[in-house]
């Protein structure tokens, strides 16, 4: 006897957990699988040990075949993969995301936490800045709102004046402006520098470390959608517009998701792998088809009526629903490199900034060495190393270094994340320590304090690989089926590799998932049927009608309402 579902979830990732959880939420009935020891797929947050084990299984794959065709797409997914030394002690007190990502004080995903009651489960704190690596083991703080403009030294009054009418312009209802026109598709940069007079200094400032810009030649248009959102965000729960999540962030979330599925009756099952995925014909007066996944130690199949998958899953449903192989490939997103490092630190980083100029008239290219009174530890920050601005770096494309510490409960001291995008795709992947190794080094002299005699710590432990990112299409129906036969089966879209933006496209690309699969499954849940089994006579059938149902209200020991 089969145990039926409404949806089989494939996958534990960020996008598939919203969509499980909403569903759930909605009175479906959803069974959650994920073939890995842990939740988060390829956002998940991992212990230093697991990290490890992480990367030696996927490093291995390339040396022989394996037998589970997710891990084989894992291993074409990270390549690259190599780790300098080995996990410290009490590796459990780290917790490293495979998805560094910030949370915008407002948006989707916000909106999804607070709604869905994940909120509850977490931990934040606002990050602390957002710098410049400029030269010499110096950076740049860059303002964010228009009282960092007011209270910054850095600008001469006319910069200040041409500024604060570019953040006046991006904050309000630019669509259609003149301003704009023609514009949507130039380069981000460029438009700055012509449209409203900006210096190459804060121009640059605003591509890469407030629109978080890969390369200079990024569009317009959406670079300014994501300073929109930037200042829309700026003030709601601090000076920052950004969240960091506690104990790494994503996968940690993950689980509060998931947490929420099962409390309304979801199933969630890991580390089993799947075995295969066949379609059987639709029980009697039912038009669709029935689901059959057969899973590793598990004596009696699932069925479903919905399958929803995670993009490495799919060839599961290639193989095991459809006898034409040239219905095996991917679904056709274009994809890019981007080279990562994980750095654990024992000692903080801090930052030199540059001191002020002496006069509101003199560049900031000439501005002096900071003082020791301006040198301060950060705890949550993003670093960035605009195109050449580091000797030995990138000179087309931007990384961003992504630090969480003590504050944020992902380590004792500190993580350190660096991403940097790659240029083209090209036949072999290049060595992602060899091109991190300047950014690492940078980072690393941090951790010395100017004119205090400490000596520039190295890490305890690093991991360095490639990733083989797929990008979200311009389409506005990004939900593609795995197979163009298959009307209830959906493959999870990807979301966007931005810094600022990772967390929101989850949350926007689960909704799509959850009005797919509400419409696929004719509008509302049902009574679970077996083989031929009618629907109750008499059953309330519930219309749905939002994304998430009103949270209920809790009342607290002394009488007081919450939500």
């Given amino acids: 006897m089969a145990s039926h579902y409404d949806v089989i979830v494939i996958g534990t990732g960020l996008t598939e957990s919203i969509t499980a959880a909403a569903l759930s939420k909605a009175g479906f009935t959803v069974a959650h699988i994920d073939e890995n020891l842990y939740y988060g797929g390829d956002e998940a947050s991992l212990d230093l040990d697991d990290l490890d084990q992480w990367a030696k299984k996927r490093s291995a794959a390339s040396d022989k075949p394996l037998s589970s065709p997710y891990l084989q797409a894992q291993a074409e997914k990270f390549v690259s993969i ?167 962030g994503a996968g940690e979330i993950v689980q509060g998701f998931c947490r929420v599925s099962a409390v309304v009756g979801g199933v969630c099952i890991l580390a089993r792998n799947i075995l295969s995925i066949k379609q059987s014909p639709p029980p009697e007066g039912h038009p669709q088809p029935t689901y059959v996944v057969e899973l590793e130690g598990f004596d009696e199949p699932l069925t479903s009526r919905l399958i929803i998958s995670a993009p490495d899953y799919t060839p599961f449903l290639s193989n095991g629903t459809s006898q034409d192989n040239t219905h095996s490939s991917p679904p056709p997103f274009s994809s890019r490199r981007v080279a990562r490092g994980v750095i654990v630190i024992d000692h903080p980083i801090y930052f030199p900034f540059l001191a002020p100029p002496s006069s509101d008239s003199d560049p900031i290219v000439g501005a002096s060495v900071s003082t020791e009174s301006m040198i301060t530890p950060v705890d949550t920050a993003v670093l960035v190393f605009p195109p050449s601005f580091l000797p030995d770096g990138s000179s087309t494309t931007a990384a961003h270094a992504f630090i969480t510490g003590a504050g944020s409960m ?143 209200t809790i009342v607290d020991d002394e009488g007081d309402e919450s939500w």
């Fill in 410 to 552: 992902s380590a004792p001291v500190g993580i350190v994340n660096i991403s940097l995008p790659l240029d083209g795709a090209g036949s072999s992947p290049p060595d992602a320590k060899a091109i991190l190794t300047p950014y690492v080094n940078a980072t690393m002299a941090l951790t010395k304090r100017p004119s205090s005699g400490d000596v520039v710590s190295d890490p305890i432990f690093t991991l360095f690989y490639i990733q083989n990112q797929l990008l979200p299409s311009n389409s506005e129906n990004e939900v593609t089926p795995p197979l163009p036969d298959l009307e209830t089966c959906f493959t999870t879209p990807p979301i966007s590799p931005t810094l600022s933006e990772c967390a929101d496209s989850a949350a926007m690309n689960a909704e799509k998932l959850f009005w797919k699969a509400v419409n696929a499954l004719k509008g509302h849940p049902t009574h679970t049927p077996g083989q031929g089994e009618e629907i109750p006579e008499g059953q309330d059938l519930v219309e749905i009608e939002s994304f998430w149902p009103p949270l209920e």
């Fill in 82 to 248: 190599s780790a300098v030394a080995s996990p410290p002690p009490h590796s459990r007190q780290y917790s490293v995301s495979l998805l560094p990502s910030l949370i915008p004080s407002t948006g989707p995903f916000i909106a999804s936490l607070i709604a869905s009651g994940v909120s509850r489960y977490g931990g934040y704190k606002l990050l602390e800045r957002v710098a410049i690596y400029h030269s010499a083991g110096l950076v740049k703080n860059v303002p964010g709102s228009k009282e960092d403009v007011f209270k910054s030294k850095d600008l001469s009054l006319v910069e200040k004046r041409r500024l604060m009418r570019f953040l006046l312009f991006a904050a309000g209802d630019f669509a259609g402006s003149k301003e704009l026109q023609g514009h949507e598709d130039a380069p981000f940069i460029d438009f700055l520098r012509t449209t409203f007079s900006l210096s190459m200094d804060v121009a640059t400032a605003i591509t890469y470390a407030l629109a978080f810009c890969s390369a200079a030649s990024d569009p317009t248009l959406p670079a300014l959608t994501r300073i929109h959102h930037y200042l829309r965000s700026s003030g709601r729960y601090g000076n920052s517009p950004f969240l960091v999540g506690h104990y790494g």
